[in-house]
C-alpha cells in the first residue's frame, strides 16, 4: 500500500507556472500507477493526468494538454506534476492518486488519495 502527501502549490499570476508534488511511502510506489485529480469549489472533482507504470505513457485532460507535465521519481519516491501558461480556471485542490491496476479518468477507481494541495490563479 503506497501513502501520499502533497505539497507545492500556491499562488500564481495567470499565465505563470507552479508545480505540486506528493511524496509517497510504502513498498509498492514503483509498482503504481500515479495520477492527479482536482476539484474546484461547487465543481466535482475532474481528472487532470496519469501515468502508467508499465508503459510509461502519460493521459492528459484535454483541459490541461499541452500545459501540464506529470512525472515520477521512482528513487525519491516522487509523483509531479508541473504547470504552465495556468489560467483562472486551473484554480482547484489538486489530488495525488496511485493505483496498482488502474490509472484511466474515473476517480472512485483509483486507490489511494493524497490530502490535497491548493494552487489559486489570479489575474
Known amino acids: 500500500q503506497v501513502q501520499l502527501v502533497g505539497s507545492g502549490g500556491g499562488l500564481a499570476q495567470a499565465g505563470g507556472s507552479l508545480s505540486v508534488s506528493c511524496a509517497a511511502s510504502?513498498?509498492?510506489?514503483?509498482?503504481?500507477?500515479l495520477g492527479w485529480f482536482r476539484q474546484s469549489p461547487g465543481k466535482e472533482r475532474e481528472f487532470v493526468a496519469a501515468l502508467a507504470w508499465y508503459s510509461g505513457r502519460s493521459y492528459y485532460a484535454d483541459s490541461v494538454k499541452g500545459r501540464f507535465t506529470i512525472s515520477r521519481d521512482n528513487a525519491k519516491k516522487i509523483v509531479y506534476l508541473q504547470m504552465k501558461d495556468l489560467q483562472l480556471e486551473d484554480t482547484a485542490v489538486y489530488y495525488c492518486v496511485a493505483s496498482p491496476n488502474y490509472y484511466g479518468d474515473k476517480s472512485a477507481n483509483w486507490d489511494t488519495w493524497g490530502q490535497g494541495t491548493q494552487v489559486t490563479v489570479s489575474s
Open positions: 510504502g513498498r509498492t510506489f514503483s509498482g503504481s500507477n
